[in-house]
Each structure stands twice: as C-alpha cells, then as structure tokens.
C-alpha cells in the first residue's frame, strides 16, 4: 500500500462527533504525521490530551507533532513539534540556544516544522533547523474566510526556495491534490475534511488514487 503524504490536524471545534474518538480514528488511518493543533487549549489541557493521544498514536505506528507547546514537547518526547515562526524564534530565544542545527536535540524531537507564508518564511524557517514547513494558505478555504488563497505560483516559490519538504494548506482536497504535488509540494495538510469525514481512511484513500 502506498504511504500517505497527507498530514492531518486536528481541530476539535471542527469535529461533529466524539473528539477522542476521532483522534484514535485518525491515528489508525496512518496518514503520514498528525499535528495536534489545539492552541485554545491551558498549557495543563493540552497535556493531558497528548497524554491520552501520543501512546496511541505510538501502537499505531502514526507520527505525532504537538504544536505550540513545546514544553510538553519536551516532556512527553513527542515526535515532533510544530510552532507558527514567530513562536518557533521565542523559543529559540527563550532556550538561550544560537545553533539552530542543535534545537531539535535540545528539545528532544526527531522533527521540527514552522508555518511559512512567504518565500522568506521558507529560508528563515530553514535557518532554524525546522525539518519541513508548512506553506499556505494555497486555496479559498473557509478557515480563512476573506483570505483569498495565495495560489500555485507561491507554492512553486516556496518549494523551490528551500530544500525542505514542503506541505501544502488551505483548501486542498482530492481534486486538486496532483496541483500541488505537480508544483514540488511533498504532500498537503487537511484539517476539516479530516475532522469531518465520515471515514477517514477513505478520505485518504482518495488523496492517494
């Protein structure tokens, strides 16, 4: 069976059922990592979800990347951390560390990953020692309602900027998946799809014919 490249995050103001339920469903759909995006939540919150979550997602095989808090990244030693780039250079502040090369080492993580909006973004997330980015928003997407999409062309700029795996975000979905991939793109991120699906090994399914 051919691996996912599509990393799903989580939302659980987006899921219509049981959330911990769907996070255990999403886990055993293997996509290829899950970023437990919850930012709204006390740092005491979190915790205690990615508790719940990470020794699941472990017995399943599915990488998980905890976002924003990476102080539970440490503690948990999660399989990755994923941070907006302005947190992602507090941290790297706040840990007194100037080799960015030594970061993940430092916090304990085999993958690091920043959200880049521009081309710049790509080069300052890389200087870091980020492991991959995220690029977006690419399409019209509710999440970001007024925003319209930055489009193919920013995608091409990104992926071409930095020798990083790239993922695309924003309103991408089965139909147009092979764009993205077609502009250099590893792979892409959903995030309501995945929190809304019915099934969501077949959602991935259909990413992957």
């Known amino acids: 069976m051919k691996s996912s490249d599509i990393i799903c995050v989580t939302n659980r103001h987006l899921c219509e059922g049981d959330y911990r339920e769907k996070l255990v469903e999403v886990a055993k759909a293997h996509p290829a990592a899950i970023i437990l995006r919850e930012k709204d939540m006390s740092e005491e919150e979190y915790r205690e979800l990615a508790s719940f979550f990470l020794p699941i997602c472990r017995e399943e095989g599915t990488k998980l990347f905890l976002h924003n808090f990476y102080k539970v990244a440490m503690e948990l ?19 007194g560390n100037d080799q960015p090369e030594l970061l993940r080492e430092r916090l304990g993580i085999a993958e690091l990953g920043a959200s880049c909006h521009s081309a710049h973004d790509a080069r300052r997330a890389k200087a870091l020692g980020c492991t ?26 990104v992926t071409k900027e930095v020798d990083l795996p790239v993922y695309a975000i924003g309103g991408i979905e089965p139909e147009n998946i092979d764009e993205v991939r077609r502009e250099g793109a590893a792979g892409a991120c959903i995030m309501s799809s995945a929190m809304k699906a019915k099934s969501v090994k077949e959602l991935l399914t259909k990413f992957s014919q």
């Open 77 to 95: 030693r999660s399989d990755g951390l994923h941070l907006p780039l302005h947190i992602l250079e507090e941290v790297m502040s706040e840990l």
């Open 132 to 157: 991959y980015i995220l690029a977006g928003h690419i399409y019209d997407t509710d999440c970001k309602k007024g925003l319209p999409g930055r489009g193919l062309e920013f995608l091409r700029n």
